[in-house]
């Protein structure tokens, strides 16, 4: 069986302006970056066209090593709905180099269901992380040199300043710092720390934005600390939000590639779900809304929190409300939910696969929680049996929601033809326009219990001393009715990675909760998660490689 780079590397690409074309973009427009990658300027969108599209969100059940695949469904959803007459453009979240030499080892699908060019988009692709980086650091820079300065300081006190440096790969050894040492010279000391760019409120801030002007207040909003005399800080107030912009002028815009079938593909943004809010920006969905008739997007990790903040975040402050949200599903997945061992995952167990099915229950309910009409997506493998796939079927019955059965790694669009069929049914059908889960008005204790209740299942929230001491401080800021973007384990709809399935009786702890004023949100930070990941035992860049030639290997 060939690999997914293999697959990648034998399918011809068309050049990239005439994906464009096909779109309605004059390709003088066009910003190229090489033959098969461009970005798209911000006149392209149209307000008018974005309401009249459909807009489908692609969201899965809680991930487990076994693989979902929600992206490959995703892809593959976009080229079945170009095969059955569609005009359809998938848009998506960039890769983060952190999973990529991970744990994944690669982000843009699989098998015939692939964004390309593969590599790039995988690897540095337009340079959209670094000028994040890279405006993210640039404040901690500015920041750490008012503190020095005798002449122009504005009195901030380093005890108070919580904003991070970022960098674009897993390394837990810099979760806590100590910067200045060296002597007076070499700054004040003080307790620092670097998040993941993917986890940057520069990242979030920028797939919330609405343009540059919006992008850029946003940057002056950002909360840096308090003066000695307990003055707040925003990054205006350092004159940093201009220069912070600047380097995000093209990092703004939508980048455009195709996939295997030459499918336009729109790839802006990369913010993770179980640490920041999981979706790709507003800017490329009301792009790819103003240059097709339907698009297919998706949200990270499972349904309780990419597609949670999708509705509750980024539908709410963009206006965009999706027809239908397609929930994706493997027999092997939802047999680890039951209790299964993974090294035996493959084998027939229906039992298991019985005890698994209450998590893809809740997810059900919880899409029908905020009015959308759902359909189940299982993404059929090669071991699967019919008689598992029988069960999943006839629940999913029993529970009154539609579903399919999809093979879009191996064939790519023709294996979600069905799928488009009945996608495309349900959205036309579905006339409702999302609920929110919660009102921004409310406090920030019942935003998030709220959340934890209706969405996770949990009995109750348990605010620490560290969190109530944060909501007192957010409080006296004026940013408490900003919606709740939690941080939580992706592994389990509880806090708790080693509760599978669809847990019962737990509380949900909340250990602190920083401020992200510039992306307009706060986040509540449950159990363990960090913001900066580690890499796993054995991590994905142990199997890549490049050759003499320059072919790259080992990207999954």
């Not at 690999?3 to 779109?23: L, P, Y």
């Not at 507003?282 to 809304?289: D, E, F, H, P, Q």
């Not at 298991?352 to 009015?371: C, D, M, S, W, Y």
């Not at 004023?517 to 796993?536: E, S």
């Amino acid at each position: 069986m060939k690999s997914d780079i293999e697959i990648a590397r034998n399918t011809q690409m068309r050049h990239i302006k005439e994906i464009a074309e096909d779109m309605g973009i004059i390709g003088d427009d066009l910003e190229l970056f090489g033959n098969y990658k461009a970005k798209i300027p911000l006149k392209y969108i149209d307000p008018l066209k974005v309401d009249k599209s459909t807009l489908i969100l692609v969201s899965a059940i809680s991930p487990t090593p076994a693989g979902e695949g929600k992206t490959t469904v995703s892809i593959g959803l976009s080229q079945g709905l170009n095969k059955i007459g569609k005009k359809c453009t998938v848009v998506l979240r960039e890769p983060s180099l952190g999973p990529v030499f991970g744990i994944k080892g690669g982000a843009t699908g699989g098998g015939y269901s692939q964004v390309l060019p593969m590599e790039d988009i995988n690897l540095h692709f337009t340079g959209d992380f670094a000028a994040i980086e890279k405006a993210n650091n640039l404040l901690a820079a500015l920041i750490d040199n008012n503190i020095q300065s005798k002449t122009r300081g504005i009195g901030i006190d380093p005890r108070t300043v919580l904003w991070k440096r970022v960098m674009d790969m897993n390394d837990r050894s810099l979760r806590n710092v100590i910067v200045g040492l060296g002597g007076t010279m070499s700054g004040v000391p003080r307790e620092g720390g670097f998040n993941i760019t993917a986890a940057s409120e520069i990242m979030a801030a920028l797939c919330l934005a609405d343009d540059l002007k919006d992008l850029k207040k946003r940057m002056g909003n950002i909360f840096a600390g308090f003066t000695y005399d307990r003055k707040p800080v925003y990054a205006r107030d350092l004159k940093a939000h201009g220069a912070m912009t600047a380097l995000l002028k093209d990092a703004v815009k939508p980048n455009l590639v195709q996939t295997m079938e030459h499918t336009p593909a729109i790839i802006h943004g990369g913010p993770f779900a179980n640490i920041a809010q999981g979706t790709n920006s507003v800017i490329a969905t009301r792009m790819g809304l103003s240059l097709s008739d339907y698009v297919v997007t998706e949200a990270g990790f499972g349904f309780d929190l990419g597609a949670e903040k999708f509705f509750d975040i980024k539908c709410g402050y963009s206006g965009l409300s999706p027809r239908a949200v397609v929930l994706v599903a493997t027999i092997r997945a939802l047999k680890y939910h039951g209790g299964a061992d993974l090294s035996k995952i493959k084998e027939p167990d229906g039992d298991a696969l019985n005890r698994g099915l209450p998590n893809l229950t809740k997810h059900v309910e919880n899409i029908q929680a905020f009015a959308i009409c759902a359909v189940v997506a299982i993404n059929r493998f090669a071991n699967d049996t019919d008689e598992e796939i029988g069960i999943v079927q006839q629940h999913c019955r029993s529970i009154g929601v539609e579903v399919v059965i999809t093979d879009v790694w191996g064939k790519g669009g023709e294996g979600a033809v069905e799928l488009a069929r009945k996608v495309s049914r349900v959205a036309a059908d579905c006339k409702n326009k999302y609920v929110p889960m919660y009102d921004w008005n409310w406090d920030i204790p019942k935003k998030v219990e709220t959340v934890a209740k209706k969405i996770y299942g949990a009995n109750a929230v348990d605010f620490t001393r560290k969190a109530m001491a944060d909501l007192k401080k957010i409080e006296q800021l004026g940013l408490d009715k900003l919606p709740v973007c939690i941080a939580k384990t992706q592994k389990s709809l509880s806090d708790n990675p080693d509760l599978l399935g669809r847990p019962k009786d737990f509380i949900v702890t909340v250990r602190e909760i920083e401020i992200a004023a510039g992306a307009g949100f706060v986040i509540p930070i449950t159990g363990d998660i960090m913001r900066m990941p580690g890499l796993p035992g054995t991590p994905a860049a142990e199997n890549i490689d490049i050759d003499d030639q320059g072919n790259i290997s080992g990207l999954l």
